[in-house]
């Protein structure tokens, strides 16, 4: 039982590219979520997905589009990553109660 | 106002102080409350979560009240293990999302624990 996974670990774009970032989860949770962490912010919200089918803005989604692939799988697309991107991102996922799993996140730079 | 407010620290405090760390929440409606905790550069995990009357779970007493919308964190007899980023966290009323099982979370509280 891995809980959550998220690939890559670690990634550097340069400003323009794309890419996206993968999550994973094996608790069969409804929900999905993709949080972005910076120093003196604390986690913000992206994009998230109640259920299977559905996604929802969250409190920072400009430049982000994401695809809940199936119950398992939610991903988070940049089209064209520019420097304020840089920062750590989440993905986590909770069933009808509260408690969040968290993955080990991804360290995304743009140069 | 900030929906969840934490006093960001740093708390230095030595091996067997015993440290509070308090938070207060904007909308009242909230639901439920819990802790997480973050060590350095890995995800939150929960820590415990917060109930009306109050609640323990070894050396951690977490406390709520509703009337002035506030939280908190008791930490007896600190260890060395405990330096780690305290996030408070709130789920929001059903219509902010809190129906989908959404959080929000605070800044966090850096604790540091020195021999």
């Known amino acids: 039982n891995a809980g959550v996974t998220q690939t890559p670990k670690f990634q550097v774009l340069k400003t323009g590219q794309s890419m996206t970032l993968q999550c994973a989860q094996d608790?069969?949770?409804?929900?999905m979520y993709w949080y972005r962490q910076d120093p003196g912010m604390g986690l913000r919200l992206i994009y998230y997905?109640?259920?299977?089918?559905?996604?929802d803005k969250g409190e920072v989604p400009n430049g982000y589009n994401v695809s809940r692939l199936n119950k398992r799988e939610f991903s988070l697309r940049l089209e064209s990553a520019a420097p304020s991107q840089t920062s750590v991102y989440f993905c986590?996922?909770?069933?009808?109660?509260?408690?969040?799993?968290f993955g080990p996140g991804t360290r995304l730079t743009v140069t | 106002r900030k929906e969840v407010e934490q006093d960001p620290g740093p708390f230095n405090v030595p091996e067997g102080a015993t440290v509070a760390f308090n938070c207060t929440y904007s909308?009242?409606?909230?639901?439920?409350f819990f802790w997480y905790r973050q060590d350095c550069r890995k995800e939150p995990k929960l820590l415990m979560s917060?109930?009306?009357s109050g609640n323990e779970d070894g050396r951690f007493t977490a406390q709520l009240n509703r009337a002035s919308q506030y939280i908190s964190l008791l930490i007896r007899d600190s260890k060395l293990s405990d330096s780690a980023t305290y996030l408070c966290?709130?789920?929001?009323?059903?219509?902010?999302?809190?129906?989908?099982?959404?959080?929000?979370f605070g800044k966090g509280t850096k604790l540091s624990v020195k021999p």
């Open positions: 986590a996922s909770n069933y009808r109660g509260y408690e969040q799993y």
């Open positions: 608790m069969n949770h409804n929900s």
């Open positions: 997905s109640a259920s299977e089918g559905t996604t």
């Open positions: 909308n009242s409606a909230s639901q439920s």
């Open positions: 917060v109930y009306s």
């Open positions: 966290v709130v789920n929001p009323p059903w219509d902010y999302g809190g129906s989908q099982g959404n959080l929000i």
